[in-house]
């Protein structure tokens, strides 16, 4: 059997049978081997750069000294390590009464440092605080530090000179331009200096009773992905650790649960790229579908005469699944080679925007890309080989075609299956395949239930039109009211899919933008005192800043909830028991930040008498706070006791100030209060800083600008392979497009021979078939665009977690998208028709 199918197979390829549908699948399976390589290159390389932004694969935070088994276990896997011990202590120049000094935040740190990531350093101040210099994997030389550049404008030094740091003198030999591991909670933070760990013992700055943070950076080798798991399973094994031991005071920080800024963005960016595989492996399946119900039909002559020479259905079924396992190894195979070179040709094409080398891809993609054609063969070729199986011996004299039988119906459910599951397969997220395999189901049955009463509205019309082209266009789609189904259904599913990534991706974009401006506060001051707040936003203002809004930063403990005291005990999730432990930045204010957004609640009405408190929905959700709890603070020796009424959505990835808690202002007056503000400042008033710390060496100035290009670094690395991914996937949408439209080709030749012969002119056959294809597109359009915007509302709404904008111009765009498509398709397969005498189309029928 395996011969006569293979003696089939090169049969069915010399008279071209074979080739429209072993096209569609390799252009299918192209399509996802393209976005799947480039993903799994862009994901590996946006972790690598990420993983930056914490300076290793894992990080133990401790507050005292890391335990030595658990430093003995990490190099027992090969790991790499680093030590970094940092604390808040004074920096001073000169001597006697010449001396300054300002409160500045000391990181000693070890060889090696950081692991992720690179330091960049300058002895330049302006390209310093520019954010540019000498990438260095070297740490300070011994008795040398590394300062940020705003502490020279501080103590009024500069590069060359001595700072005194505790006992020792050292020489400061560079500025930081950049550091990777600046942190999340950079807020606590005071300007840097950083100096080797073997010098700082020389300080005696380290003393019983000292507030330190140790920290032991772990990493992977350098390049291997086997590294990167082994760093995460040993972050894993000592989170097992510190759980079963009740170990305080240790956190392990990972990508994961550090740089809340960052989470946002990796997991939009990691959802919508889901998305584009999805929308892929959705063209790939109607591509498919399509080709295959084409092979079966112009089979199926043949059929019944393999039949009337004694093959049984088995053997039917046999030489046809043979024939198709050959094709759909071929198409996968070939997919998943024209894939690996075009994700090639995408790097050559943004290797000036990506900016890095991405890692190599792994051999995933290709085996993913050779099941997914052998998926989608299987799924979508069993029903026409099922009808194959039962072809009549008759069908050699009688043209009639049995209506599917209910096995062979029961086939399409089996399809669906395996569609479903390749959806889940391919996006990696359960929640984003359900969301999907879920609105593409009720839109097929919604696309077949409109397009049947359309052209149930269409048929009283023939007898309303005497234009001969008209009538012979309402004709054609009566009479093939399964294929005119087939046809709009397949093309409003293909529409839809680029509508929606076109919709979906236009709202991402602006959302991502609106999040992380250009324009986004690149500085921070802090413990600003009431009498200087007006002149800091006078010389602000006049230094071009133009949005400087200040609050009031209040630092309180929490002492308990509802009444009961919160102790070491009250939290067993070691991040809730850091969180309750900790002082809180509560703030006080009459209206709400318009980056929040109440989720739940209502904003207090600032009645006095009443405190009410609005609190962060992550933290709520981490110390389980509820609605209508009771907390209480203390607030430098004076309770204050406030109930919470609502819950705020905050938009971590603005980089403006953010406050867990903020109690109405009625219940604050008489609390003590410091202001802070976030701003953008020009580089050209870089100086300002300088000034502002040297008149007011009080104020705690932080510069998050290196944290602000990380993000928006990654943030365009994202991008770039967005707008890629969607010209991709509106190419390969187009042949799918096309592969619909060509499904009813030889039922239309044949129509059209007949209808010339009948004495038809060109011109009407070329009029009628232009009229049914608008009419064919122009429906499947308007069904594209009304689903597209209902899904694009649900995937901004409940998956990505971004505002939705309603776009009117999707209606215009499918209409006009349907109607050029249909077209484009329709005079692809006219042209030919109308070339060749009717009589050799009709003998060749």
């Not at 480039?38 to 994901?43: C, E, K, S």
């Not at 009538?471 to 929606?500: D, I, K, Y």
């Not at 609502?646 to 009625?666: D, Q, T, Y």
């Not at 439209?741 to 009948?758: C, I, K, N, P, V």
Request: one cysteine or more; aromatic letters at 8%; proline letters at 4%.
């Amino acid at each position: 059997m395996f011969a006569l199918a293979l003696k089939m197979t090169l049969r069915d390829w010399r008279a071209g049978q074979l080739r429209f549908l072993l096209m569609a699948l390799t252009v299918a399976v192209a399509a996802l081997s393209a976005t799947g390589f480039f993903i799994d290159r862009l994901r590996a390389g946006l972790d690598r750069d990420a993983r930056q932004l914490i300076g290793a694969d894992v990080v133990i935070n401790a507050d005292l000294p890391v335990n030595p088994a658990w430093r003995a276990e990490a190099q027992r896997r090969g790991l790499v390590l680093a030590d970094v011990v940092s604390f808040v202590s004074m920096a001073q120049v000169g001597e006697g009464e010449q001396s300054r000094s300002v409160l500045a935040a000391l990181k000693a740190v070890g060889a090696g440092y950081p692991l992720r990531g690179h330091l960049r350093t300058s002895t330049d101040l302006l390209a310093a605080q520019q954010g540019q210099g000498e990438t260095t994997q070297d740490v300070p030389a011994a008795g040398t530090v590394w300062l940020d550049p705003a502490l020279l404008g501080s103590l009024s030094t500069r590069v060359g000179e001595q700072l005194k740091l505790g006992d020792r003198s050292f020489t400061i030999t560079r500025l930081i331009a950049a550091e990777p591991d600046r942190g999340a909670n950079f807020m606590a933070f005071a300007p840097r200096v950083l100096l080797a760990l073997d010098d700082l013992p020389a300080t005696n700055l380290i003393q019983p009773g000292s507030r330190v943070t140790y920290r032991l950076l772990v990493a992977g080798a350098a390049g291997q992905k086997a590294g990167t798991q082994a760093a995460g399973l040993f972050g894993e094994w000592l989170e097992q650790q510190i759980s079963a031991n009740n170990i305080k005071g240790v956190r392990i920080e990972t990508l994961a649960s550090g740089r809340g800024e960052m989470r946002a963005t990796l997991e939009r960016a990691d959802h919508f790229l889901s998305l584009v595989g999805l929308l892929s492996a959705l063209l790939a399946a109607v591509a498919v579908a399509m080709a295959a119900r084409r092979f079966m039909q112009r089979h199926l002559d043949a059929c019944a005469m393999l039949r009337c020479l004694g093959l049984t259905q088995n053997q039917v079924t046999a030489m046809y699944l043979i024939e198709f396992l050959l094709v759909g190894l071929a198409g996968s195979l070939a997919g998943v080679l024209i894939g690996y070179g075009a994700h090639h040709v995408l790097l050559q094409a943004l290797a000036t925007l990506v900016g890095n080398e991405l890692p190599p891809p792994s051999l995933y993609p290709a085996l993913q890309g050779l099941g997914t054609g052998v998926l989608l063969l299987a799924a979508f070729a069993l029903p026409p080989i099922l009808q194959l199986r039962k072809v009549p011996h008759n069908r050699v004299i009688r043209r009639e075609q049995e209506p599917p039988r209910v096995a062979a119906l029961a086939t399409y459910g089996l399809g669906l299956a395996g569609f479903c599951a390749l959806l889940f397969w391919q996006a990696g997220d359960a929640q984003l395949a359900l969301y999907t395999a879920l609105g593409f189901a009720a839109a097929f049955g919604l696309f077949a239930l409109v397009g049947w009463l359309g052209l149930a509205a269409l048929k009283p019309l023939r007898g309303l039109i005497d234009h001969q082209s008209w009538r012979f266009a309402l004709t054609s789609l009566q009479r093939r009211p399964s294929a005119t189904l087939v046809q709009v259904v397949a093309l409003a599913l293909g529409l839809m899919a680029l509508l929606v990534l076109t919709v979906v991706r236009g709202d991402l974009m602006t959302a991502w933008r609106k999040a992380t401006p250009a324009d986004a506060p690149n500085r921070f001051i802090i413990n600003i005192q009431p009498e200087q707040s007006a002149d800091i936003a006078r010389r602000l203002q006049a230094a071009g800043v133009s949005y400087a809004p200040q609050y009031p930063m209040i630092r309180g403990r929490l002492t308990a909830v509802n009444g009961v005291a919160v102790t070491a005990d009250t939290y067993t999730d070691e991040r809730a028991r850091g969180l309750a432990d900790r002082e809180f930045n509560l703030s006080t204010m009459a209206q709400m930040q318009a980056e929040n957004k109440i989720v739940a609640g209502q904003w207090f009405a600032d009645r006095p008498g009443a405190p009410e408190a609005s609190v962060e929905e992550g933290i709520a959700k981490t110390l389980k706070w509820q609605l209508g709890d009771k907390l209480r603070f203390d607030i430098a020796g004076a309770p204050v006791e406030a109930t919470i009424t609502s819950l705020r959505k905050l938009e971590w990835g603005s980089m403006r100030v953010n406050f867990f808690v903020i109690i109405n202002p009625a219940a604050m007056t008489e609390v003590s209060q410091s202001w802070l503000t976030a701003f953008h400042l020009p580089l050209a008033q870089a100086g300002l800083m300088n000034a502002l710390t040297r008149d007011y060496p009080n104020l705690t100035i932080v510069d998050v600008g290196a944290i602000l290009q990380q993000v928006q670094q990654v943030l365009d690395q994202v991008i770039t392979a967005v707008e890629f991914l969607f010209i991709f996937t509106l190419a390969s949408g187009l042949l799918v497009l096309y592969a619909a439209l060509m499904g009813s080709q030889d039922e239309r030749t044949r129509e059209a021979a007949l209808l010339r012969a009948l004495g038809a002119t060109r011109a009407q056959l070329a009029q009628a078939q232009l009229i049914e294809f608008l009419l064919v597109g122009g429906l499947s359009g308007l069904l594209a665009a009304t689903a597209a915007a209902v899904m694009g509302w649900a995937l901004a709404t409940y998956q990505f977690k971004f505002a939705w904008s309603f776009t009117p111009s999707v209606w215009l765009i499918g209409l006009l998208a349907g109607g050029l498509c249909a077209m484009a398709g329709g005079w692809l397969g006219l042209r030919n028709v109308l070339r060749q005498p009717p009589l050799q189309t009709l003998r060749e029928a």
